[in-house]
C-alpha cells in the first residue's frame, strides 16, 4: 500500500500486442520530469484482472516488476474490467484495434463499468497526448449504441470530452459539424421530461442530458423546455412564497429549463426578472436553498433581448442582481460579444467596479480567434491598478493559449469532425 500512498502518481499499466501474446509495462501516470525523487522508484505491485468479452474475468494476477508479458487470448483483451484496481490502462493501436471493434459491434458484451473506465481512461491518455486524437474521436462514436450512466456521466460531466470541446470550438467554424457529431453519438440517449423518477442514476443523467441536448438545439430537448417553462410562468409568475414549490421542474432541471424556455418565450422576461427581484429580496428564504435564486438568474442570462441584458449587467455592476450573472452570460451569450460591447460604451463602469475580474473573465469565455484576441489586446483601457493589468493580462494569455491549440490539435479535431459529418 505505501506506493500508492507515498508517491506522487499512480501507476500506469502499457500493453501492447506482441508475438503471440500480450507485453505489459508499468509506469508513473505523470510525467517523470515532472515528479519528485521517491524511495519506491516510482514502481507498484500492481493487481489486475484481463477479460475477453463472452469469458468470465480472470483471477487475480500481479505485475510485480516494471514489466510483464500475457498469453495470446480468443478475443480482445481487456486489462482491468470493473475498474478494480486503482491504475489507468494505456493500450496500444493494435490490442486498442478488437476492442473497438467489440465496443462498435456489441457494446453489450462488456460490462458498463468496464466501458465507462475505457473511455476515462482515453480522455486522460488523449489530455496527454499518449493516445491520437482520430483514436480518441473514434471511441467516442460507439456512443451512439450506449445509454448507460457511467459513461455518459464521465462524458457529460464538466471537465469531460463534450463539454470541453464545446467550449474550446463555440466560436469556431466547426461549431455547426460540432453539433451534428455530437447529435450523432447521443442519438440512443433517452431524454426523459423535467421532472425527476424512481432511478437516482437516471435522473442525474437525465438532467445531464437535457442541458447538453438542449445546448446543441435538439427539437424535442427545446420543445419539452419550452412547455416546461410555461407552466412555471402560469404557477409561479404570482407567487409570494419563492418558486420551490409551484415549479413544475425538479431543482435539478431548473437550470436548464429556465435558460431554454425564456430563450424560446422571450416575452416572459419582466416575470422571470420580478422572481428574481423577490429571492433578492428575500435573502432569509434564499440562504438555505439557493439552488432556485441561481437557477433564476442563469435563466435571466439566457435572453435574447440586448436591452433587457444590459441592464441586467447595469444592476450586477451596482450590487442589485448576483455577480454570478456575469459568468453566466459569457456561458450563454451566443455571439460572446455582449458583455464586450457593453464594456466598450460603459468602459468606466466596468472598471470601477470590484467586479472587473469577473467581468473580464465571463466576457472572454470561449474566446480563441485572432480577432477576439485583437479585441483585448487593441481595447483603449484607462489607466488600470496593477491588479486590473494582471486580469487583462491574463485573460490575453487564456485566449493566446486557446487560438494556439485550435491551430494544432484543434485542426486535427476539425479535419475528423468534418470528414465524420460528410460521411
Not at 422571450?266 to 436553498?289: C, E, H, I, Q, V
Not at 442563469?298 to 444590459?310: H, Q
Request: charged residues 15%.
Amino acid at each position: 500500500m505505501l506506493p500508492y500512498t507515498r508517491q506522487f502518481s499512480a501507476p500506469q499499466i502499457s500493453i501492447g500486442a506482441s508475438g503471440n501474446g500480450y507485453s505489459l509495462t508499468q509506469s508513473p501516470l505523470v510525467d517523470p520530469s515532472q515528479l519528485p525523487n521517491s524511495s519506491y522508484n516510482y514502481q507498484w505491485i500492481v493487481p489486475f484482472k484481463t477479460l475477453t468479452p463472452g469469458s468470465k474475468v480472470s483471477e487475480v494476477q500481479w505485475l510485480a516488476t516494471t514489466s510483464g508479458s500475457l498469453p495470446s487470448s480468443n478475443g480482445p483483451l481487456i486489462l482491468n474490467p470493473g475498474a478494480e484496481t486503482h491504475a489507468r490502462v494505456l493500450y496500444d493501436d493494435a490490442a486498442w484495434a478488437p476492442i473497438y471493434t467489440t465496443l462498435k459491434q456489441s457494446p453489450g458484451s462488456i460490462d458498463e463499468i468496464t466501458r465507462a473506465q475505457l473511455l476515462t481512461d482515453a480522455w486522460a491518455f488523449i489530455k496527454t497526448k499518449k493516445i491520437s486524437w482520430e483514436r480518441f474521436l473514434n471511441h467516442t462514436t460507439y456512443l451512439a449504441n450506449e445509454n448507460g450512466f457511467l459513461p455518459w456521466n464521465y462524458a457529460l460531466t464538466t471537465n469531460g470530452f463534450i463539454k470541453t470541446l464545446l467550449y474550446n470550438f463555440r466560436f469556431h467554424k466547426v461549431f455547426a459539424n460540432l453539433k451534428l457529431y455530437l447529435k450523432g453519438i447521443s442519438s440512443n440517449l433517452k431524454l426523459g421530461n423535467f421532472v425527476r423518477g424512481d432511478d437516482w442514476s437516471q435522473n442525474i443523467l437525465n438532467s445531464l442530458a437535457l442541458e447538453f441536448r438542449c445546448s446543441i438545439g435538439d427539437t424535442s430537448c427545446l420543445v419539452s423546455a419550452s412547455s416546461s417553462f410555461k407552466k412555471f410562468i402560469t404557477q409561479c409568475q404570482y407567487a409570494s412564497e419563492g418558486t420551490g414549490k409551484c415549479n413544475p421542474a425538479s431543482p435539478e432541471f431548473r437550470e436548464t429549463q429556465l435558460c431554454y424556455g425564456l430563450r424560446q418565450n422571450g416575452g416572459d422576461f419582466n416575470a422571470l426578472k420580478g422572481l428574481a427581484d423577490w429571492w433578492r429580496n428575500n435573502p432569509t428564504s434564499n440562504s438555505y436553498f439557493p439552488q432556485d435564486s441561481e437557477s433564476i438568474v442563469r435563466g435571466l442570462s439566457c435572453s435574447n433581448d440586448i436591452t433587457s441584458i444590459n441592464n441586467l449587467i447595469n444592476a450586477t455592476l451596482n450590487y442589485q442582481l448576483s455577480p454570478d450573472f456575469l459568468q453566466n452570460l459569457g456561458d450563454n451569450d451566443i455571439n460572446g460579444t455582449v458583455l464586450y460591447n457593453y464594456l466598450s460604451s460603459n468602459t468606466a463602469s466596468v472598471v470601477n467596479s470590484e467586479f472587473f475580474s469577473k467581468y473580464i473573465n465571463a466576457m472572454t469565455t470561449s474566446w480563441g480567434t485572432e480577432d477576439q484576441l485583437n479585441l483585448i489586446k487593441n481595447f483603449k483601457w484607462p489607466t488600470l491598478s496593477a491588479n486590473q493589468q494582471r486580469v487583462v493580462d491574463g485573460a490575453v494569455q487564456k485566449i493566446s493559449n486557446l487560438k494556439d491549440w485550435l491551430s494544432s490539435d484543434g485542426l486535427t479535431i476539425q479535419n475528423w469532425i468534418n470528414n465524420f459529418v460528410s460521411s
